[in-house]
Each structure stands twice: as C-alpha cells, then as structure tokens.
C-alpha cells in the first residue's frame, strides 16, 4: 500500500529523514514496542507540510511523536507513518525573559537555558523528560507547575496545512490535556516566559526539585514516567500502593517499588507485558476503591 507513497517521501526528504520497519524500541523511554511502517525524521516545517498534505491525501495513519516519553507502540507495530520531532527540530534562543523554541527542544534544555540567563519560574521543567511539542499538548506538569503557568504562546501547523500563532490562554490548557491535543493540530514552536531572578536561587530550587526526583522516582529502570492520570479527588500511586500492588507485576514489567505510580520494564519487558500490567493495575484499583486510572502513557498500534 505504501510503493506510491515510499517514491514520494523518496524525492521530497533526505535519505537519512526516512525509516523504514523502525524499531520503536529504540525511540521510547519504555525501551520496548513493536515496529512502525515508516519513521520519518523530517528537519524542517516545510517539508512536514508537503510531507502531511500526502499523508492526508492518501488516508493513510499518522501519528506525530517527539522524544517518545510518553509513548508505546504495541508488540504488532504501528501500520502506518510515524512523524518525529525531536532532535531533527530541537533550536531555541532567549529574548529578554522569554524562551523560543521549537518543539523538538528538550523541556529539560529550556530549563537550563532560563537558569543561564537569570530567568525564573521554569525550574520545573527540567525534571520532565519530553519535549516541548509533547509537552505542550498535554500540558505537562511536576511539583505543582504545568506548562499553562509559563507559556506565552505556540507556533502550530493546523490539519489544513496554515502556520498559526496561538495565545497560550487560547489553548484551553487543563490537566493533561488542551485544545491541540484534541484538534490534532501539530505544535511547532512556543514561546515561554519567566521572571528575571537571582541565578543563584534558580539553580538552587533546580538542584533540590532534582534531588526529590532522584529520592523518589525510579530514574535507574526504563518507564514513561507517570503511567496514570490523577483521578479527581486522589492521588494514583497512592490508590495503587494501598492495593498492595508495589512490586507486582507481569512478564518484565512490574509497579515501581520506588513510586507506585510508575510502571518500569525492569526485566527486558515486552509492550504486552507493559500493557497487562496496566491493565491489572488498573482492574484491581477499581474492585477495590471504585475508582478507574486514565491512562496518561499514549499507545500506539
């Protein structure tokens, strides 16, 4: 299905932007996950619109990724065209107290970038591990901050192809979720902005937010972080640590010791071994308080 379509990318993109049967093992933090039909890493906006237009115009399935933190792709694969932005698009600069970057850059690289030049209020973002595509879209958040506190405005690319620049307060940004994220808009750059502040205190609360982070999060096993959302009124690791269910787990896969929030691939775990601890984690946290986990990991395939 794809002869036409592979001739096309072919003449549009450089050879090294196109991957054929990808390993998504390699491009997920789980470390584990079927293969995609074809993994594109284009390295410039244009070519993702012409590369979209084909895409769209040909019904074939797409997904976009970015650092792939918070992803997995089933044992089966992904039939269809995965387009990543991340390193191949990862450019910022600062400008007064804002940063601009483009969805490829780290969250954590935006961070840091802040803290050089004396920028505050951005410390959170360097102990989340996506990028800024990603992260904007789900309105990624730790130690009590989220995106929505920090950003000014995004640059997307709409499904009908036009660039837009978006007012972050017009992106109907809530918990782990916004308006892009239910438009499937692409977001190709954003503008956050700090406070001028001490370098010294920047980089002192940068220091003790990745002190909690290394204390109690399981940073030595592969894992997508969070695996769930908090449900309304509790706390998710706590409902699934009162289950008993620390430890447990199917396959290689199992709930963190550490923080039973996250579910790691400690033993060469399989997407299905991840899936079904999951699923058993969140079967068992229903019996037993009624309550049913969203699942904040974005499966694919």
């Given at each position: 299905m794809y002869e036409e379509f592979k001739n096309f990318i072919y003449n549009q993109l450089d050879d090294s932007e196109i991957i054929l049967n990808a390993d998504m093992s390699r491009y997920s933090s789980f470390k584990a996950g079927g293969k995609a039909d074809i993994l594109l890493n284009i390295n410039n906006i244009g070519k993702i619109k012409t590369i979209l237009k084909?895409?769209?115009?040909?019904?074939?399935?797409?997904?976009?990724?970015?650092?792939?933190?918070?992803?997995?792709?089933?044992?089966?694969?992904?039939?269809?065209?995965?387009?990543?932005?991340?390193?191949?698009?990862?450019?910022?600069?600062?400008?007064?107290?804002?940063?601009?970057?483009?969805?490829?850059?780290?969250?954590?690289?935006?961070?840091?970038?802040?803290?050089?030049?004396?920028?505050?209020?951005?410390?959170?973002?360097?102990?989340?591990?996506?990028?800024?595509?990603?992260?904007?879209?789900?309105?990624?958040?730790?130690?009590g901050k989220e995106i929505k506190d920090v950003l000014l405005k995004v640059e997307i690319l709409s499904f009908e192809g036009s660039i837009k620049t978006i007012p972050a307060e017009n992106?109907?940004?809530?918990?782990?979720?916004?308006?892009?994220?239910?438009?499937?808009?692409?977001?190709?750059?954003?503008?956050?902005?700090?406070?001028?502040?001490?370098?010294?205190?920047?980089?002192?609360?940068?220091?003790?937010?990745?002190?909690?982070?290394?204390?109690?999060?399981?940073?030595e096993y592969p894992s997508a972080g969070s695996t769930f959302k908090r449900p309304e009124g509790y706390f998710a690791g706590k409902l699934i640590e009162d289950c008993g269910l620390k430890g447990k787990g199917i396959g290689g896969a199992k709930v963190s010791e550490k923080h039973a929030g996250f579910i790691i691939n400690y033993n060469n775990?399989?997407?299905?071994?991840?899936?079904?601890?999951?699923?058993?984690?969140?079967?068992?946290?229903k019996a037993k308080f009624g309550v049913v986990l969203e699942n904040e990991v974005k499966i694919l395939g």
């Open positions: 084909e895409i769209i115009a040909k019904n074939i399935k797409y997904s976009i990724i970015g650092n792939g933190t918070n992803i997995l792709v089933k044992d089966s694969g992904y039939r269809g065209v995965l387009i990543r932005i991340c390193e191949n698009m990862n450019s910022f600069y600062v400008k007064e107290n804002m940063i601009i970057a483009q969805s490829g850059a780290l969250l954590s690289s935006v961070s840091k970038a802040a803290a050089d030049n004396g920028i505050g209020g951005l410390e959170f973002l360097n102990g989340i591990p996506g990028s800024v595509g990603g992260g904007v879209c789900m309105n990624a958040g730790a130690y992106l109907n940004l809530r918990y782990r979720n916004s308006a892009i994220k239910d438009s499937g808009d692409i977001v190709i750059g954003a503008v956050f902005v700090g406070a001028f502040m001490n370098k010294d205190e920047i980089f002192s609360q940068m220091a003790e937010l990745n002190a909690k982070r290394r204390d109690k999060q399981p940073l775990a399989t997407a299905k071994d991840i899936l079904d601890t999951i699923e058993m984690v969140r079967a068992t946290v």
